[in-house]
């Protein structure tokens, strides 16, 4: 079964701090990796994806770190802001396969505190 | 805003009804893929459509079906619903089949008596 884990569950972070949430994956054929931020009654909004052809990733306050040989990725959200207030959901595929499909991780629901 | 629109926003059924769930894309996004999200997980892959055809499905039986059409709308229905149906329903465009980007709607809200 193609899984993606993802911890913690739930992160409460203060304002200004780094929120850094971790993704593990087991189909080493995956090769794209994105992080979907999802508020209370939205769909998912992508936020920022990486290949495995990179180790690390950054737009703005938001980085993705990979580790090919641990089969392992994490979203960095440095300078967190209570508007960060969401929960999140690594994900993977595989160019091609299953048409492309989306395996999400269970979500991790952030919230910053001013 | 991603420009998918879904509608209805929120649903009530009762067990054994049928339902039909809608979903407008961005014009040119010819691939649809739609998902199910159970209260506290995540999106779960249904089936994906291209060009107005199935193009793959993830692990749902058969009174899960879709339809797409040539003005970048689409359709899912479930048939025989039963309480576990009870979700968030999203859709997904592309700009192209194989594309990993994905333009996910706000979602249909389906409550299931």
């Known amino acids: 079964q193609q899984q993606v884990k993802q911890s913690p569950q739930s992160l409460i972070v203060q304002k200004g701090g780094i929120s850094i949430i971790n993704c593990a994956y087991e189909n080493t054929a995956f090769d794209y990796f994105p992080w979907y931020q999802q508020f209370p009654g939205k769909g998912p909004a992508l936020l920022i994806a990486?290949?495995?052809?990179?180790s690390e990733k950054k737009e703005g306050r938001f980085t993705i770190s990979f580790n090919k040989s641990a089969k392992q990725f994490s979203l960095h959200i440095m300078d967190s802001q209570p508007g960060d207030s969401a929960t999140y959901f690594c994900?993977?595929?595989?160019?091609?396969?299953?048409?492309?499909?989306?395996?999400f991780g269970k979500g991790t629901k952030l919230s910053v505190k001013p | 805003e991603t420009g998918v629109t879904q509608s209805p926003t929120h649903l009530i059924k009762t067990r054994g009804q049928q339902v039909t769930l809608r979903c407008s894309s961005q014009s040119g996004h010819n691939t649809v893929s739609w998902y199910q999200q159970a209260l506290g997980q995540g999106p779960q892959f249904i089936f994906q459509?291209?060009?107005?055809?199935?193009?793959g499905r993830g692990n749902f039986p058969p009174r899960f079906s879709g339809l797409q059409f040539p003005n970048y709308s689409s359709e899912l229905n479930v048939n025989a619903l039963e309480l576990d149906d009870s979700a968030l329903y999203l859709c997904?465009?592309?700009?192209?089949?194989?594309?990993?980007?994905?333009?996910f709607g706000p979602g249909t809200r389906l409550l299931v008596l």
């Open positions: 990486i290949r495995p052809d990179v």
């Open positions: 997904a465009s592309s700009t192209r089949l194989f594309q990993e980007t994905q333009y």
């Open positions: 994900a993977a595929s595989k160019y091609g396969g299953s048409q492309g499909n989306l395996i």
């Open positions: 459509y291209y060009r107005e055809e199935e193009n």
